[in-house]
């Protein structure tokens, strides 16, 4: 079904020439445009997985890279710590409650490289349209909504 969905995609960005063609992470995540590019992705504990994959969306596993992330939920910001699980970084504690809010992830290529931050409107409800969860929708909709944080 992973495949099915990534190749209707696929199409869809060929169809439209002008618009970038919005692709999803392999796992059903949101793309990030990170260098090297990430995966985020809430599993079903609420944690975040970030997971870095090279150009043809193939997963490779996370090394030496610092990753931070910010929840800004409604009852106050609080950093999530993140630790190595099979070849991912999953945050140590789940989301707080709620959706609606904004995840910020800070991906250093190295401890010492310049911070990028990506900030994620947290919607955990699927789209009707592409079945991912709203914070991974790769419909046409949502392009504009994919841009960077400050
Ligand atoms: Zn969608």
Redesign the pocket.
């Known amino acids: 079904m992973k495949w099915y969905g990534y190749a209707l995609v696929l199409v869809a960005g060929l169809e439209v020439a002008q618009a970038a063609p919005l692709a999803g992470g392999p796992s059903g995540g949101r793309l990030l445009d990170s260098s090297p590019r990430a995966e985020f992705l809430v599993n079903p504990e609420r944690k975040v997985e970030i997971r870095f994959v090279d150009e043809h969306l193939k997963l490779v596993p996370a090394a030496g890279q610092v990753v931070g992330i910010i929840a800004e939920a409604p009852a106050g910001k609080s950093r999530l710590d993140v630790e190595p699980r099979e070849g991912a970084l999953v945050t140590t504690t789940p989301l707080p409650e709620g959706d609606g809010y904004t995840v910020v992830v800070q991906i250093r290529a190295t401890a010492d490289a310049k911070p990028q931050n990506f900030r994620v409107p947290l919607q955990l409800e699927p789209?009707g349209?592409?079945q991912?969860a709203e914070y991974a929708?790769?419909?046409e909709s949502?392009a504009e909504d994919a841009g960077h944080g400050p």
Do not use: N, Q, S
């Open positions: 789209c349209d592409c991912r929708c790769t419909c949502h």
